[in-house]
């Protein structure tokens, strides 16, 4: 396995941009999750998908952002009209099919919005 | 909702010695796992040990260990003959294992410093 993989890994924007990030994750690995981390703080999930189905988003999604798994493969997170306040790491990670309690993660990309 | 404490925002410990991190939970559910996540500097999370909470004994993975106390809520990580490759980020997370997404909850961690 070549791991989760993240691109960008780090992305400075001006407040207003829209940003799109991008999470490979591990071959046959049917869940994918999205999870943001600030300063200080462990990570918060943000959104879950099982193969292309996202089935789960929470509540600090705001409308501004949209992620979407098409064909159960790769996964993008968008960020539209950021604001400062979006300034976090976006962590994904992604579990396979027979311990889907176990995740491994992507090193994150660290988003900073001027 | 569950939630995830971790009391000791950082610690320190000499090379080779032992040092305990401390992890207590509040959830309602009865089947559960618990984590313990390293997350070393600008390197991505690496899952350390796992604990199913229907199990009474605690797991061990080679130096680190748990002392796992269902009743108390508490899940301790123990390390024992400290590395200085062991200086990182210490997460404490539960998931609940009913349903098909198993989302971690973090606590905040841990600051784990392991001077020579």
């Known amino acids: 396995d070549t791991g989760v993989s993240q691109d960008p890994r780090h992305k400075i924007t001006k407040r207003g941009q829209n940003v799109t990030f991008r999470c490979d994750p591990i071959?046959?690995?049917?869940?994918l999750y999205w999870y943001r981390q600030t300063l200080g703080q462990g990570p918060e999930f943000l959104t879950y998908?099982?193969?292309?189905?996202?089935?789960?988003k929470s509540r600090l999604l705001s409308d501004r952002f949209s992620a979407e798994r098409p064909k159960g493969s790769f996964s993008t997170l968008e960020i539209q009209r950021t604001e400062q306040g979006d300034s976090a790491m976006y962590l994904c990670?992604?579990?396979?099919?027979?311990?889907?309690?176990?995740?491994?993660f992507g090193a994150g990309t660290r988003l900073s919005v001027l | 909702a569950q939630t995830v404490t971790q009391s000791q925002p950082e610690m320190s410990v000499q090379e080779a010695e032992t040092v305990t991190l401390s992890c207590t939970y509040d959830?309602?559910?009865?089947?559960?796992?618990l984590f313990w996540y390293k997350q070393p500097p600008s390197r991505q999370m690496i899952l350390v040990i796992r604990q199913e909470a229907y199990k009474q004994q605690n797991a061990t993975e080679n130096r680190f260990s748990v002392n796992f106390q269902k009743a108390a809520k508490s899940f301790s990580l123990k390390i024992s003959d400290s590395q200085l490759g062991d200086t990182a980020m210490y997460f404490c997370a539960f998931v609940n294992s009913g349903g098909s997404n198993y989302k971690l909850t973090f606590g905040k961690g841990t600051l784990l410093t392991v001077n020579p």
């Open positions: 998908f099982q193969n292309e189905a996202q089935l789960e």
């Open positions: 071959s046959e690995h049917n869940r």
């Open positions: 959830t309602s559910e009865n089947n559960y796992y």
């Open positions: 990670a992604s579990s396979p099919r027979d311990r889907g309690n176990i995740q491994y």
